[in-house]
Structure formats: C-alpha cells, structure tokens
C-alpha cells in the first residue's frame, strides 16, 4: 500500500509506504531530476553533484536564523534547478557559490556573510570588515545649499 502526495516544496513527491515482509511504515521522497550534473572544482577535480552537501552548507550558513525550513528547502530546489535548466551538465563551482550567494543575500545578510566568509576563504577580521562594507549603502551626502 502506499500512499502519495506532493512535499511541501511541490517539486518532490512524498510517498508513504508499507513494507509487507516487517509490516514497518516508512516515506520516501522522489524528484525529478533533469540532467546529472558534474561540479568543476578550482583545482579542475571533478564530482558528483550532491544536493545534499548543497542543503548541508546553506543550512549551516542559515544556523539559528529565523528563516523556516520550507523556505530553506524551496531555496534549495529552485538552486538546483536553476544549475540543472543551465544547458550544460559541467558547473563550476565558482558558479554554485555565487548562485547560493545571490539567494542567501536575498532572505538573510547573516547567512550571506557566514556563506561568504568561507566560499571567499577569509583569513582575517579584515576580509570581514571589507565584505561587510561593500554590503552596506553608501551614506548620503550632506550637502550645504
């Protein structure tokens, strides 16, 4: 027997399922997944793209940010299927980041930072500091009349 319905992110489909042999009950989530997508490192290393370690990252970036799980989680699909609708099955990774950068500045500043500290690999309070400076709007002028 089982049981199907979209998930709350509307691109998986969530299925409940019954295992005849234990009788136990268990769900399991199905996507579409367009292409098979290849990560191109800096190094020129090639992997498997792994939604989860996607998911991974944005989270932890988004730790203790009053963001809800399914924002998270349809920021998440629309990421992978904006890399799975770009044509090519090779992304390199610079590509990946600045397309997480872009959705995380969009729903939370901290996130981006946090994000950015380690896709931009700052070493010191001062890569902080510049980063957090080209965020801010430049302060209006006040001029005399």
Same mark, same amino acid.
């Given at each position: 027997m089982k049981d199907s319905r979209p998930a709350e992110d509307h691109?998986? &489909?969530?299925? $409940?399922?019954?295992?005849?042999?234990? @009788? @136990?009950?268990?769900?399991?989530? !199905?996507r579409v997944q367009l292409r098979d997508l290849t990560?191109?490192?800096?190094?020129?290393?090639? !992997? +498997?793209? +792994?939604?989860?370690?996607?998911?991974?990252? *944005?989270? &932890?970036?988004?730790?203790k940010r009053p963001i809800e799980h !399914?924002? &998270?989680?349809?920021? *998440?699909?629309g990421i992978v299927r904006r890399l799975e609708s770009m044509g090519d099955s090779d992304i390199p990774s610079d590509t990946i980041?600045? &397309?997480v950068? !872009?959705?995380?500045? $969009? *729903?939370?500043?901290?996130?981006?930072?946090r994000f950015a500290s380690v896709y931009k690999n700052f070493q010191a309070a001062d890569d902080f500091e510049e980063f957090v400076h080209e965020l801010r709007p430049p302060a209006p002028s006040s001029e005399d009349d």
């Open positions: 691109v998986a &489909i969530r299925r $409940r399922r019954f295992c005849p042999a234990c @009788g @136990g009950r268990f769900t399991t989530y !199905e990560v191109v490192k800096k190094n020129g290393k090639r !992997e +498997d793209f +792994d939604r989860d370690k996607l998911s991974r990252s *944005i989270r &932890i970036a988004l730790q !399914e924002r &998270i989680d349809q920021m *998440i699909s980041g600045a &397309i950068m !872009e959705a995380l500045a $969009r *729903i939370d500043t901290v996130a981006y930072v």
